[in-house]
Structures are given as C-alpha cells and as structure tokens.
C-alpha cells in the first residue's frame, strides 16, 4: 500500500508541476475575470497582487486568454480566463527560488540573506474536532469543523502545520492560525519559498498530500505582513 501512494502522489506532484501560481498586475489596479474569451461577460474582478493558478507558457505567444482558478469572495474556488499581460508568473525564471534546507520528520529551514523561515508539523489528533460525512459515503470525511480540509481523500488526517515562523533581520512574525487552518499531510520536501525583491515580497509554496488527496498552497507575506493563502486542488 505504501509503495502505491507513493506512486499516486509522484502522478500528482507531476501535474502539480506543470501549473504555476501567478498574481493579477494590471496598470488600473484590477483585472477583469470573464467565463470565456469568446464572450464578452465579466465574472469577477481581481485586485492586483491577487494570487491565482494557471497553465501558463510565457514563450507561446499564441496564448493570449489564459485559464485560471481564483478563490473567490466566499472562499471557493471558482474558474475564468484572463488575458496573459495581466498576469506575473511566481516561478524561479520571474524571482529567486528558495529551497528548504535541513529537512527532518517534522520541521524544514528556508533561508536567504536575513531571512529565515521555519516550517513546523505535528501529529494531527480528532480531539476536540468535529466532523461531518459525506450523505453517499458515510465513512468519508467531508468537513472538519465545519470547513473543508485539504491533503486526504476522505480519511482521517495524519499530520498537520504546527507554525510557519519568519525572521528577517530583527523581526519575527508567525503567520496566524487562519493561514494553517485544515491543511493536511504537509510535504515538507516538496517546499520552498520565492523572493520578489522589488515588492518585497516572500512567496512560500508547498505541494501536499497523503498520495491521493493532492493540493497546492501559497503563502504571500508582504513587507513582514502576512497578506493571504491561495490553495487549489482537483488536479
């Protein structure tokens, strides 16, 4: 069993590969989001800086209308399509990458000039949770604490985000308790962190899952402030 979900999640972690995340930068400030490029309906708005994840090849030139996945004001995820100016690819080719370094079972260190961050998991316990089954699926989990959750297919969760502390210079921050809410079976190998230094800016991305249960996530901490977590999942 071991060896088949490590094997289901090598097939996730390729896709997850093949899409990046990006953020809306539109000289008005906001970024329309339509349903298709061949009608001409406006779905939403985003804000610059609004975190988003696409396929996205910059070297096609044909590729003007790009789909997109957004989480829109109730916290779903939700799909449109943008036009590919108004959209800043966060990948090593755009910033600097930063991988994790001293890996163990349960912490990882990211670090670059004057910052360092520290990525802790623990063990996940049921107590003190409630959960909600699905009507068809009685043994599975749909809800924890009345929210979706991230990382397995409908089981029980192992691990989980202890803290994500990060130090640059003489400040330290801990990103708040929201930020780590429900995500599950964290992947401290498939973890890393981007520096946009003109904004500056910290990117920390992580690819998770217990092998089958994939998803993707993204913290944006801006000028030592925490700004918001972006997760897309259903790959």
Same mark, same amino acid.
């Given at each position: 069993?071991?060896? $088949?979900l490590?094997?289901? *999640?090598?097939? #996730?972690?390729?896709c ?5 995340? &990006?953020? /809306? ?16 309906k406006?779905?939403t ?5 609004s975190i ?6 910059e070297?096609?030139?044909?590729e003007?209308?790009?789909p ?8 779903k ?8 100016d108004?959209?800043v690819v $966060?990948?090593?080719?755009n *910033?600097?990458? #930063? ?8 912490? &990882?260190k /990211? ?13 996940f316990?049921?107590?003190g ?8 699926y009685p ?14 297919d409908g089981?029980?969760p192992t691990?989980?985000y202890?803290s994500?502390?990060i130090t640059?210079?003489?400040k330290t921050?801990?990103?708040?308790a ?9 992947s401290?190998?498939?973890?890393w962190a981007?520096?946009?230094s ?16 994939g998803?993707?996530?993204?913290w944006k901490?801006?000028?030592g402030?925490?700004?918001e ?7």
């Amino acid at each position: 069993m071991k060896h $088949i979900l490590t094997f289901c *999640f090598l097939l #996730i972690l390729n896709c997850l590969s093949a899409q990046d995340f &990006a953020y /809306i930068q539109d000289n008005d400030g906001y970024c329309n989001v339509r349903n298709s490029a061949d009608i001409n309906k406006i779905d939403t708005q985003l804000k610059n800086g609004s975190i988003v994840s696409c396929f996205f090849d910059e070297n096609d030139v044909n590729e003007k209308w790009i789909p997109v996945d957004y989480t829109d004001a109730e916290g779903k995820i939700a799909y449109g399509v943008v036009h590919h100016d108004r959209l800043v690819v $966060i990948s090593e080719t755009n *910033f600097r990458k #930063i991988e994790a370094t001293q890996i163990n079972d349960n912490s &990882a260190k /990211i670090s670059f000039g004057t910052v360092t961050i520290i990525i802790r998991t623990e063990n996940f316990t049921p107590k003190g949770k409630t959960f909600t089954y699905f009507k068809e699926y009685p043994d599975m989990i749909e809800n924890i604490n009345g929210k979706p959750y991230y990382g397995t297919d409908g089981e029980m969760p192992t691990t989980k985000y202890a803290s994500i502390e990060i130090t640059m210079g003489n400040k330290t921050i801990e990103l708040p308790a929201q930020a780590l809410e429900n995500l599950y079976e964290p992947s401290l190998k498939h973890t890393w962190a981007y520096y946009d230094s003109k904004k500056d800016t910290i990117f920390i991305e992580a690819f998770n899952s217990d092998g089958a249960g994939g998803y993707m996530v993204m913290w944006k901490i801006e000028k030592g402030v925490y700004k918001e977590k972006a997760i897309f999942y259903g790959f």
